[in-house]
């Protein structure tokens, strides 16, 4: 079974904060990957990043940075000096061997200036 | 830029109704999705298609059907809408032939059956 946690519903911070999302999935195969996108409100997903099972460098875009730790299941997601711009919903999803993108459930990022 | 359409942005329909939900995808993608957001539920899959003519049953197909006679388009309908259908849908396309790359959403179509 596949599945993906984001335990975090809603999250406010001040702006310039760092704020970190977490993730957490469930999966049999061996063979995965993970995604994180973004919803702003209005309404399209937006993909930020995809990294595979055998991959766990982490990442930095910009003010983005994703830590991948395959012996604790998760792929967090953080973003450093948060701007305004940046609240939206942030939902993070995998695949394995079957066809369906699993979702979680999402975190609201509210980023108050 | 891959480019996922949707034909509608907001719907409002009355219960039994058929509706259709349309979605078109420019990249010649093989793969086709529909979710249904819903707060509190992230995203659930409805159904997928591979394929022209080829579809696979998601999480929450009840009450859904789909079509896809041509690559680029991929239709759900609602056989009799009911008020519980009442939800924001969202089409995905991406492509596998380099690995489980990223799916591309179109901008959403929030139906309201009243």
């Known amino acids: 079974a596949q599945k993906v946690t984001q335990a975090q519903t809603e999250i406010s911070v001040v702006e310039k904060e760092d704020v970190t999302l977490d993730c957490v999935y469930e999966?049999?195969?061996?063979?995965?990957?993970l995604f994180w996108y973004k919803q702003p409100p209005s309404g399209e997903l937006v993909f930020l990043i995809r990294r595979n099972s055998f991959d766990e460098q982490n990442e930095i875009s910009g003010r983005y940075s994703w830590n991948f730790q395959k012996s604790t299941s998760s792929f967090n997601f953080t973003i450093t000096a948060s701007q305004v711009v940046d609240s939206a919903v942030y939902f993070c999803?995998?695949?394995?061997?079957?066809?369906?993108?699993?979702f979680g459930t999402g975190t609201r990022l509210t980023v108050i200036p | 830029d891959v480019k996922v359409t949707q034909s509608s942005r907001y719907l409002v329909k009355r219960t039994g109704e058929k509706v259709f939900l349309e979605c078109v995808q420019d990249m010649d993608h093989e793969n086709m999705f529909w979710y249904r957001q819903d707060p509190g539920l992230g995203l659930r899959l409805i159904y997928f298609s591979y394929d022209v003519k080829m579809k696979e049953k998601g999480d929450i197909p009840e009450g859904y059907s789909v079509s896809r006679e041509k690559k680029e388009r991929f239709s759900l309908i609602l056989e009799s809408a009911s008020t519980n259908q009442t939800s924001m849908y969202l089409c995905a396309s991406s492509s596998w032939t380099a690995g489980r790359t990223e799916a591309f959403f179109g901008q959403g179509t929030r139906l309201t059956v009243v």
């Open positions: 999966t049999r195969d061996t063979t995965y990957y």
């Open positions: 999803a995998l695949i394995g061997g079957a066809n369906n993108l699993f």
